[in-house]
């Protein structure tokens, strides 16, 4: 059985799930897929359902009812992955913003480098890692990212990164049930908390390009979120312990 597993949420993918897929399977190293569906009325649980039959032991889906937020969405991967006794646990897009072929360098930045999280990050180099993003769009995610490392002191250049690899002791520790936001402001939750503990975190320089099939899943109440929850996420860290304690979910 494979040790790791990638954790890909998915609203109206149909355009991009099966190519998600085998590409993620053709990798020179062995990864699992955690399909979380929030009820995509396109049909695309039905496209994962027909590849699980050709990947019966790779493929796993788990179909919510509603779209219910990409938080959600990955604490409900987290706590399938941390029951199914994986090592090494990402979070990936389903739209190729994220390069597939990048998850063997967060796997070993984590695994032969000893870190404890890997961040594909557009923008440890400045903006220039960036290809085709609406600039509305890149600028909202760089200053917010900007944002996220003043308040909060953490030393991350890509605070709202979705493309990670955190090794299962990171998961363990969080208190999922406790986080708090649902899109830009939980990557940014995660990674606090996750420095917050004094894990070891590494940046890796990614490439990141816009979805060329699909539409955006961005809202004006995700950015909101994450401009006034990052206050209360510093607020918050000066009434936490932060000590390290396993969890665990049954």
């Given at each position: 059985m ?6 890909i ?30 009820g ?9 359902k027909?590849?699980?039959l ?10 919510r ?6 938080g ?28 597939p ?24 180099d ?42 299962s002791?990171?998961?363990e ?10 899109g830009?402001g ?8 996750t420095?917050?503990y ?7 320089p ?11 899943k ?19 860290s ?13």
């Amino acid at each position: 059985m494979s040790k790791n597993i990638v954790i890909i949420p998915t609203y109206n993918e149909k355009e991009n799930i099966e190519l998600m897929v085998r590409k993620v399977f053709s990798l020179p190293e062995s990864f699992h897929l955690l399909i979380v569906d929030d009820g995509s009325p396109d049909g695309t649980a039905e496209i994962v359902k027909s590849l699980q039959l050709e990947f019966p032991n790779q493929l796993f889906l788990e179909q919510r009812k509603q779209k219910s937020g990409l938080g959600t969405a990955y604490i409900h991967g987290f706590k399938y992955a941390l029951r199914n006794k994986y090592e090494y646990i990402f979070e990936m897009d389903c739209d190729f913003s994220h390069n597939p072929d990048d998850l063997i360098r967060l796997l070993h930045t984590c695994k032969s480098d000893g870190y404890d999280l890997a961040i594909g990050s557009r923008y440890v180099d400045g903006v220039v890692n960036v290809v085709n993003w609406p600039m509305n769009r890149l600028l909202i995610s760089y200053f917010g990212s900007v944002y996220a490392k003043f308040v909060t002191g953490m030393p991350i250049d890509d605070g709202t990164a979705g493309f990670k690899c955190y090794k299962s002791e990171v998961l363990e520790t969080i208190k999922l049930d406790n986080v708090r936001f649902v899109g830009y402001g939980f990557q940014i939750e995660m990674k606090f908390n996750t420095w917050k503990y004094g894990f070891k975190i590494k940046e890796v320089p990614i490439i990141f390009k816009d979805r060329t099939a699909g539409e955006a899943k961005m809202s004006k109440s995700i950015i909101a979120e994450a401009f006034l929850g990052i206050i209360k996420l510093k607020i918050y860290s000066f009434f936490e312990g932060y000590r390290r304690e396993k969890q665990t979910y049954d």
